[in-house]
């Protein structure tokens, strides 16, 4: 995965931060009997050690003692009763969640081994980079996410953001997102998909909402036209003469596919293959020659281009801004 490591402690959305303090609490408490037990058994093991003359008898036995009953029966419960009811309190913070006025509807659809990343109603789709407004006190914008499977189950996952949610074949599920700082958080498929499943990486890239407004306007674009015989130009028929227009959606080329990721402005996105490699010529440029090389067993075949043909559709692909 190209990026930075996340962390659960290192919550940037209020969901995340409520998840973060429920997780220190349960720490605390674990921690708290970890030291009572070691330093019980430890004091034991010192004080009560056989020692020179005790061979041969035993020490006073001590049987059924209904204060130490009532003890190790009546503080477990306690503990248990607060972590029930602090679970309980957090999961319900987080499930009641409604949509409000600023707030952002996305569809992600899991595939093995990318996301779809639809706005429906603002006319943009991507793929394995989900742009999101930060959301302030001022201006709240929470992002609710549905989140759809196109074949097995993935496990949606920012640990920085939000709790993971599993995406399940023929049953929506939905969560949202309320981030607090700009920045690029990194997700990750939670949930065993198959032989890429390890890169099935996801970013999230939170902007300040007016910067996320423009992000969507450049989106909507439609993609440049290629200067009549030019190499982009002869890429581009490439592109849509072969099948690469039966699974990828990309406008200007005739392409509708839904298989493969929308490519329209491929060149916007940082990485190739769901985070497999930085999105650089060179490393496109691998990836339309032999997309195997890059990401091994993934559901794009090797097209087998001609060097020149691969170049041409290279130039083209570059032009996707
Ligand atoms: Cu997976």
């Not at 008898?57 to 029930?84: K, M, N």
């Given at each position: 995965?190209?990026?930075?490591?996340?962390?659960?402690?290192?919550?940037?959305?209020?969901?995340?931060?409520?998840?973060?303090?429920?997780?220190?609490?349960?720490?605390?408490?674990?921690?708290?009997?970890?030291?009572?037990?070691?330093?019980?058994?430890?004091?034991v093991?010192?004080?009560?050690r056989?020692?020179?003359?005790?061979?041969?008898?035993?020490?006073?036995?001590?049987?059924?003692?209904?204060?130490?009953?009532l003890?190790?029966?009546?503080?477990?419960?306690?503990?248990?009763?607060?972590?029930?009811?602090?679970?309980?309190?957090?999961?319900?913070?987080?499930?009641?969640?409604?949509?409000?006025?600023?707030?952002?509807?996305?569809?992600?659809?899991?595939?093995?081994?990318?996301?779809?990343?639809?706005?429906?109603?603002?006319?943009?789709?991507?793929?394995?980079?989900?742009?999101?407004?930060?959301?302030?006190?001022?201006?709240?914008?929470?992002?609710?996410?549905?989140?759809?499977?196109?074949?097995?189950?993935?496990?949606?996952?920012?640990?920085?953001?939000?709790?993971?949610?599993?995406?399940?074949?023929?049953?929506?599920?939905?969560?949202?997102?309320?981030?607090?700082?700009?920045?690029v958080?990194?997700?990750?498929?939670?949930?065993?998909?198959?032989?890429?499943?390890?890169?099935m990486?996801?970013?999230?890239v939170?902007?300040?909402?007016?910067?996320?407004?423009?992000?969507?306007?450049?989106?909507?674009?439609?993609?440049?036209?290629?200067?009549?015989?030019?190499?982009?130009?002869?890429?581009?028929?490439?592109?849509?003469?072969?099948?690469?227009?039966?699974?990828?959606?990309?406008?200007?080329?005739?392409?509708?596919?839904?298989?493969?990721?929308?490519?329209?402005?491929?060149?916007?996105?940082?990485?190739?293959?769901?985070?497999?490699?930085?999105?650089?010529?060179?490393?496109?440029?691998?990836w339309?020659?032999?997309?195997?090389?890059?990401?091994?067993?993934?559901?794009?075949?090797?097209?087998?281009?001609?060097?020149?043909?691969?170049?041409?559709?290279?130039?083209?692909?570059l032009?996707?801004?």
């Amino acid at each position: 995965m190209v990026g930075q490591i996340s962390s659960i402690f290192d919550p940037a959305s209020s969901g995340a931060a409520l998840i973060r303090d429920l997780s220190g609490l349960v720490l605390w408490i674990c921690l708290g009997i970890f030291v009572v037990t070691q330093v019980g058994l430890i004091w034991v093991i010192v004080r009560f050690r056989a020692r020179p003359g005790d061979e041969g008898h035993e020490p006073p036995q001590v049987y059924g003692s209904t204060q130490v009953e009532l003890a190790w029966t009546i503080v477990p419960l306690i503990i248990v009763l607060v972590l029930f009811l602090t679970t309980a309190r957090t999961i319900g913070e987080i499930e009641d969640r409604e949509p409000g006025p600023g707030s952002l509807e996305v569809l992600v659809v899991g595939h093995q081994w990318w996301w779809e990343i639809r706005y429906p109603g603002r006319g943009v789709v991507t793929a394995n980079e989900l742009h999101v407004p930060r959301s302030s006190a001022a201006a709240p914008h929470t992002t609710f996410i549905d989140l759809r499977s196109a074949d097995v189950i993935h496990s949606f996952w920012i640990p920085q953001l939000a709790g993971k949610t599993d995406l399940i074949p023929g049953h929506d599920n939905r969560m949202w997102l309320e981030p607090d700082r700009t920045g690029v958080f990194l997700g990750q498929c939670a949930e065993f998909c198959g032989t890429q499943h390890a890169r099935m990486g996801l970013r999230v890239v939170v902007e300040e909402p007016a910067e996320f407004e423009r992000w969507l306007t450049a989106q909507r674009a439609s993609p440049a036209v290629p200067a009549t015989a030019s190499a982009a130009a002869r890429g581009r028929d490439i592109f849509s003469t072969t099948s690469c227009v039966n699974c990828h959606t990309l406008e200007g080329a005739g392409g509708d596919g839904r298989f493969g990721p929308d490519l329209s402005h491929l060149m916007s996105r940082a990485t190739l293959g769901a985070g497999a490699a930085a999105n650089t010529p060179v490393n496109l440029r691998a990836w339309v020659r032999d997309p195997q090389t890059l990401k091994p067993g993934c559901n794009m075949p090797d097209m087998k281009l001609s060097e020149p043909e691969v170049d041409a559709v290279v130039a083209y692909l570059l032009t996707l801004g």
